[in-house]
């Protein structure tokens, strides 16, 4: 059993419907999994983690969604992730910006490199709205994550 700790940032609930069903289906196969909205996540828990799920909305062109931008994301910039596993699940929605669909899941994943933090899989990173998509693409990303804890 791994312990797992999401945490995320979402404005319009898609962010949040993904990592709930993340966490489910790792829960169901005998992880223990907590989930918090980065503006209410201490720094100093970003790391000691059998793995670290970061997830978040792309909003105004390419940043980062706007409460985990702002009272989230200033207090991580000094970390050091030393070796932390870690997984990136990215959202956005191309009729709003092409150039930079789904920037939020690039973006994750350079802050975990640039910081010493191990990516363990792929990203997920998913166009327009969620729904359809749990039991496709986010069941068969979950399903092969869960393989490399
Ligand atoms: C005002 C606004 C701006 C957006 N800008 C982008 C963008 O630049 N790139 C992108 O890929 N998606 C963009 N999106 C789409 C959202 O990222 C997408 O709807 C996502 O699922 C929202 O996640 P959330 O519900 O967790 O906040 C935008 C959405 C809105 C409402």
Redesign the pocket.
């Known amino acids: 059993m791994a312990q797992i700790q999401i945490v ?10 993904v990592c709930k069903y993340v966490a489910s289906f790792l829960k169901e196969h005998g992880h223990q999994v907590e989930m918090a909205r980065g503006e209410h996540f201490p720094e100093d828990k970003l790391t000691g983690h059998d793995l670290l799920i970061l997830a ?8 980062l ?1 706007d409460h985990f931008r702002y009272h989230f994301w200033p207090r991580i910039q000094k970390l050091d992730l030393a070796g932390q596993k870690s997984a990136v699940i990215g ?7 092409t150039d ?5 899941g690039r973006i994750l994943a350079a802050y975990i490199e640039s910081h010493n933090g191990a990516l363990i899989h792929e990203n997920l990173m ?5 729904l359809a998509q749990l039991e496709t693409k986010v069941q068969d990303w979950t399903n092969e994550l869960n393989k490399k804890i």
């Open positions: 995320y940032g979402s404005n319009s609930g898609n962010t949040q419907m978040c909305g792309t909003y105004e062109h390419g940043e969604e959202l956005g929605d191309s009729k709003y910006d930079y669909n789904i920037e939020s998913i166009n327009k709205c969620p």
